[in-house]
Structure formats: structure tokens, C-alpha cells
């Protein structure tokens, strides 16, 4: 079955712009992830979410990045007033998360690689 | 101290060698981990659950210590495809995951 997408793959930009980055989830998936992941490092968590309930941002590093879940499905990653700091590979999850389980295996996307210059 | 610690390697080994890697954590209140895998440039991927009572499957072992907060992952007769990054990776009790740097190894003909 199709797994989980990422658009765009790559993605450069400017400093000072904008960026969405989107996520398909498997289909049926009730949680979905967001990390980034820098060149050389481990994956970061930025936020996470589950159903219909409010959203775990606690990873997100400053008040320019947000994401969005709609419809229980797709999510958008914004990054607004981009810095070259922001530069790295966006990778979303999705989990069945079955009810009960503390955690469910994360099928992860082929992430998008954003370059700020 | 980071949550999920890693030798970042990298482990050089020929074919067929054996090999192992320990992962420290930090939160013992830790309650599931995992073994990820990460090519160049794609995303991680689970290799395996790590539980309790240790697991294998086929030619991968891992093993969990709660006491000592480590988590081992032993690779027998390595093959040139097992060339990647391994990811260790708790929950801490949170829904996300964390991650540990990686650990990268490399198998040469």
C-alpha cells in the first residue's frame, strides 16, 4: 500500500520566506509526527499529532514554525521568516496507534530537504 | 546529557564479522524502544522492537537492560547491505519518539 508522502523533496529558498512543506499520512493513521533532522545529527522532534486532539508542540523551536492537521489527515509544516539556521530534512510519521498502545511502530516519508540560503 | 546516547562510529568491519552497538538512556521511566535503520539520504526505517526479554530475528539480535539503561543491538555475519546508520530510539513516555545520533557502520568486501 502507498506509504507515507512528502512534498515538495527538495526545497530552497530565501532568507526571510516562507515555506509549507506537506505530509500524506498512511491512510488511517491517527497520529502523525513532524521532526527535522540537520546534516550528521539525530531526528528532532517539532510536534505531534493525534486525532483530534489539541497538538503536542513542545519540540517546535521558535514561534515561526506551525503546523496544521486537517481533516484528520494531510498536515502542512509552515515556516515563516525562514533563517539559514532552518536548513535540514523535514521528515513527518504516521502510526496506527491502536487503542491502548503507548506507542505504535512510525512509518516514516522520504522527507523534504529545505536549504535556506 | 542527551536523552538517547550513541557511539557515532563508524564501526569499519569486513563481511561476515560480528557486531554490536549499545545505545544509554537516560529517562528510566522509558518504557519502549526500538532499533532504526537509516540509509544515506532516506529515512529511517524500523529494524526492530527491542523488549524485555530480548529478541532476534534472523541475523539481528537486541537486548534490552533496564538496570544499566542500555539497549544492544548485535549484527551477525554482516553483509555489505547492512552498510547504514542505526538509530536507537526510546519513548520516554511521550507519543514522539527520541532519537538517538546513530551509529554508523560500514561493511567492506
Known amino acids: 500500500g502507498a506509504g507515507v508522502s512528502q512534498s515538495p523533496s527538495n526545497k530552497v529558498t530565501e532568507k526571510g520566506k516562507d515555506v509549507e512543506l506537506r505530509c500524506d499520512p498512511i491512510s488511517g493513521h491517527t497520529a502523525l509526527y513532524w521532526y527535522r533532522q540537520s546534516l550528521g545529527q539525530g531526528l528532532e522532534f517539532l510536534i505531534y499529532f493525534q486525532g483530534n486532539s489539541a497538538p503536542d508542540k513542545s519540540g517546535l523551536p521558535s514561534d515561526r514554525f506551525s503546523a496544521e492537521r486537517t481533516g484528520g489527515s494531510v498536515s502542512t509544516l509552515t515556516i515563516q521568516r525562514t533563517q539559514q539556521e532552518d536548513s535540514a530534512v523535514y521528515l513527518c510519521a504516521s502510526s496506527l496507534l491502536s487503542a491502548g498502545a503507548s506507542t505504535d511502530t512510525q512509518y516514516f516519508g522520504p522527507g523534504t530537504r529545505l536549504t535556506v540560503l | 546529557r542527551k536523552e538517547v546516547e550513541q557511539d557515532p562510529g563508524p564501526f569499519n568491519v569486513p563481511e561476515g564479522a560480528t557486531v554490536a552497538f549499545n545505545c544509554t538512556y537516560s529517562?528510566?521511566?522509558?518504557?519502549?524502544f526500538f532499533w532504526y535503520r537509516q540509509d544515506c539520504r532516506k529515512e529511517p526505517k524500523l529494524l526492530m522492537s527491542?523488549?524485555?526479554s530480548g529478541n532476534e530475528d534472523g541475523r539481528f539480535t537486541a537486548q534490552l537492560n533496564r538496570a544499566s539503561q542500555y539497549i544492544s543491538l548485535l549484527i551477525r555475519d554482516s553483509k555489505l547491505s547492512d552498510s547504514a546508520t542505526y538509530l536507537c530510539?526510546?519513548?520516554?513516555?511521550?507519543?514522539?519518539?527520541?532519537f538517538g545520533s546513530g551509529t554508523r557502520l560500514q561493511v567492506q568486501p
Open positions: 527491542v523488549y524485555s
Open positions: 529517562n528510566s521511566a522509558s518504557q519502549s
Open positions: 530510539v526510546v519513548n520516554t513516555g511521550r507519543r514522539a519518539l527520541t
